[in-house]
């Protein structure tokens, strides 16, 4: 049985950017997530930590050449946006990819 890779990003913002980074996030990255080919789907998920907030994109892939169709060539490090400067407290290098099995 062909296994699914996910894709999963974490990054943080202020707490008080939760909202507006959310909305920037469907529109950058979200958007290009789904407009490449062999993407089978995206989830975004949110936690509010006192001050921080977590955001984590959780990406279905149908194989690493279809990642690395939106990632590069180098397709373990993270991808990003020149407006991230705006609203991440930090880049983190790389992402996490795990074989997924749905039975």
């Known amino acids: 049985m ?3 890779i996910t894709r ?3 990054g943080t913002t202020a ?7 959310l909305d920037y ?4 990255g979200i958007a ?7 993407n089978l789907g995206v989830q975004v998920l949110r936690r ?11 990406t279905r892939w149908d194989s690493y050449e279809s990642i690395q169709r939106f990632a590069g060539p180098d397709y ?9 400067a705006q609203y991440l407290l930090e ?3 790389t992402v996490l990819h795990c074989e997924t099995f749905e039975f």
């Not at 290009?32 to 062999?38: I, R």
């Open 32 to 38: 290009d997530y789904k407009n490449t080919p062999g």
């Open 25 to 28: 996030l469907q529109a950058s």
């Open 8 to 10: 999963i990003w974490h």
């Open 76 to 84: 373990e490090k993270a991808r990003y946006y020149p407006e991230d």
């Open 91 to 93: 880049f983190e290098p």
């Open 48 to 58: 509010l930590d006192g001050a921080i907030c977590h955001f984590w994109t959780v």
């Open 2 to 4: 062909p296994a699914i």
């Open 15 to 21: 707490a008080h950017h939760a909202e507006t980074y």
